[in-house]
């Protein structure tokens, strides 16, 4: 009975915070930032945190908008991820408004359960998922050294506990050739398009021979300035991604072979880099995934249970969660024939039912957390899940 009335309690705070929540998250969602320029939303969260009581420390880990907010003492110490970067034209097409509406509302109606049962909260401000991997720079920081759990909620068209989140590597291609004119003397150039249009149909014939999963995907970004002028350079941008960071890197080479015979075929110079950062496949915490279930139902929402993971590309969550115990679960605010970084989500992140299910998000995130503090036991087999998944 005790565990239930604070899980009542929780919720009423969540309540009371409805329309202010609605109006943080449509700030947001009306000035979107790209990522690591989310100034006004980290501004604007931050604020929020610290009139409700927290103690917030911002710009942490050399960000400019990154923030923690943070709540009580001593152990366990839960961290709510908030992230709040937009996509370029799109907007909050991935519906990040909510994400971290919904964190810091949980974080606020968690206040409670801190006083009654002890431990340390910490809502994070985690900017540039969408691009440049924030999470991962706090991670080499130490921002998560002493997090017992982690956990956020994403938008999405099903409800899902569990997500499959791919390990993901970035691209950046050049090919120099040599200019000449393509009708009087084409002998005399080196196509750099060509020899990226090779390097296309190889990566075509190679995804016929990779794993179930993996993802390899590209656009050219620059191809030629005139048609009757041999390109004498080309450039690309490619995004690689597997099931897990052992065969990512396999398949990392296995990519660049194909512009490296493009190279050698075609005589243009082959320059590349990967990006410094890559993220790391989804790793769930089954036993928190199981309280987060049981919330998400109590409340009257199904969810995909035990099934498989729901996925959902890449995000650098992935990498917080092969370093602390963590779960992403999703909430539907759109039907599934809606698919994110879509105008049509970025609609959806700013409506009446996105905004329901927002609220639903930051009560089931606050009723997790006092499963998790009122009975040590969980937090046991919440680390030996994790020590435990590979």
């Known amino acids: 009975m005790f565990i239930d009335d604070m899980k009542s309690k929780v919720i009423h705070e969540v309540d009371l915070q409805e329309h202010p929540l609605i109006q943080l998250s449509q700030k947001i969602h009306n000035s979107p930032e790209l990522s690591f320029q989310e100034k006004k939303a980290a501004s ?38 908030a992230e709040y970067d937009a996509l370029p034209e799109m907007g909050h097409a991935c519906g990040h408004n909510l994400i971290a509406a919904s964190a810091v509302g949980a974080g606020i109606a968690s206040k409670l359960i801190m006083d009654h049962l002890g431990g340390k909260l910490l809502v994070l401000g985690t900017p540039g998922e969408e691009s440049f991997g924030g999470k991962i720079d706090m991670l080499q920081k130490g921002i998560f050294k002493d997090v ?65 999963g993996a993802r390899i995907h590209g656009i050219i970004t620059s191809g030629g300035e005139a048609p009757n002028i041999v390109p004498p350079h080309s450039a690309a941008k490619f995004i690689v991604r597997a099931r897990d960071d052992i065969y990512l890197e396999d398949l990392r080479t296995r990519v660049l072979n194909c512009f490296q015979g493009a190279s050698q075929a075609t005589g243009a ?38 099934s498989s993971p729901l996925f959902i590309g890449s995000t650098d969550m992935g990498n917080v969660s092969q370093a602390v115990p963590s779960i992403h679960p999703c909430i539907a605010i759109a039907p599934p024939g809606i698919s994110l970084h879509t105008p049509e989500f970025a609609e959806a992140a700013n409506s009446e039912e996105g905004y329901r299910e927002m609220i639903d998000a930051a009560k089931i995130m606050a009723m997790t957390i006092i499963d998790i503090l009122s009975n040590p036991e969980t937090l046991k087999e919440i680390k030996r899940d994790f020590s435990e998944t590979s």
């Not at 099903?158 to 002998?187: E, M, Y």
């Not at 950062?277 to 790793?283: E, I």
Request: hydrophobic share 40%.
């Open 44 to 81: 604007w969260l931050s604020d929020y945190l610290e009139a409700g009581g927290f103690t917030l420390e911002r710009g942490i880990a050399d960000l400019p908008t990154a923030f923690r907010a943070t709540y009580g003492k001593g152990e366990p110490r839960i961290a709510l991820l």
């Open 148 to 212: 017992d759990a982690a956990m956020m909620v994403h938008p999405n068209t099903k409800n899902a506990t569990r997500v499959q989140a791919l390990a993901c590597s970035s691209l950046n291609i050049d090919f120099w050739g040599r200019a000449a004119h393509a009708a009087a003397c084409p002998q005399q150039g080196i196509n750099a398009l060509e020899a990226l249009i090779l390097s296309f149909n190889a990566i075509n014939s190679l995804r016929q021979h990779i794993d179930d």
């Open 269 to 306: 110079k082959l320059e590349y880099s990967w990006g410094d950062k890559s993220y790391s496949a989804m790793k769930n915490n089954s036993v928190m995934a199981n309280l987060f279930q049981k919330n998400m139902e109590s409340l009257g929402r199904s969810s995909n249970g035990t």
